[in-house]
Nanobody
Framework: QLQASGGGEVQVGGSLGVSCAASGRMFSPNIMAWYRQAPGKAREFVAR???????GYADSVNGRFTISRDNAKDTVYLQMNSLRPEDTAVYFCYLRPYTGTNFYWGQGTLVTVSS
């Protein structure tokens, strides 16, 4: 199970952090990631991080967002800076073990950037 938290409303140019804690039997090593879905749009990739800490970002957030994780707490974080109105979306966390075919989604947390 993945439980996301930390969403909210922030003004343009502001910062906000979200986190996602995994519980239950989550296989390691794994990839944890953030996706987002804006109203009327498809879900899109935001950032990912491996168990060893290797990370990657969508071009639209590169340089503004930072993904990190605490393996001891099975938690992934997303620090969002210089937020723009187009960052408004429901943010979903995702976990996929390296082995097997299972993957898991969190319930989503809403981030609203207002001008």
């Amino acid at each position: 199970q993945l439980q996301a938290s930390g969403g909210g409303e922030v003004q343009v140019g502001g910062s906000l952090g979200v986190s996602c804690a995994a519980s239950g039997r989550m296989f390691s090593p794994n990839i944890m990631a953030w996706y987002r879905q804006a109203p009327g749009k498809a879900r899109e990739f935001v950032a990912r991080i491996t168990t060893s800490g290797a990370s990657g970002y969508a071009d639209s957030v590169n340089g503004r967002f930072t993904i990190s994780r605490d393996n001891a707490k099975d938690t992934v974080y997303l620090q969002m800076n210089s937020l723009r109105p187009e960052d408004t979306a429901v943010y979903f966390c995702y976990l996929r073990p390296y082995t097997g075919t299972n993957f898991y989604w969190g319930q989503g947390t809403l981030v609203t950037v207002s001008s």
